[in-house]
């Protein structure tokens, strides 16, 4: 079956960096677009970041355009999010998410499969 696992998140203080990671299995990773999404307590889900089959193409949320980075490793099955100037207002659980497709990257609803998540708090 269809697996995503994340890794790499963890407490950092307000303007340090993270990485985190995805790893895909069970799935043809190269075919299927791959985004990250996060939640905070309290509050509904948000989009973050999407990068196409390829790699050649990526999407951001305004919110952390310019601070973080997505990117995949086809040869690796792993998506990643780079992510620095972290902001307290950053801190959620972050998944990782894959669909088929490129048109609504920013609809969660529209992803078929979802990893468990990952905790990334920032503190101030």
């Known amino acids: 079956q269809v697996q995503l696992v994340e890794s790499g998140g963890g407490l950092v203080q307000a303007g340090g960096s993270l990485r985190l990671s995805c790893a895909a299995s069970?799935?043809?990773?190269?075919?299927?677009?791959m985004g990250w999404f996060r939640q905070a307590p309290g509050r509904e889900r948000e989009f973050v970041a999407a990068?196409?089959?390829?790699?050649?193409?990526?999407y951001y949320a305004d919110s952390v355009k310019g601070r973080f980075t997505i990117s995949r490793d086809n040869a690796k099955n792993t998506v990643y999010l780079q992510m620095n100037s972290l902001k307290p207002e950053d801190t959620a659980v972050y998944c990782c998410?894959?669909?088929?497709?490129?048109?609504?990257?920013?609809?969660?609803?529209?992803?078929?499969?979802w990893g468990q998540g990952t905790q990334v708090t920032v503190s101030s």
């Open positions: 998410a894959a669909r088929w497709g490129w048109s609504t990257v920013r609809v969660g609803d529209d992803y078929n499969y």
């Open positions: 069970g799935l043809t990773f190269s075919s299927w677009t």
């Open positions: 990068v196409s089959r390829s790699g050649g193409n990526t």
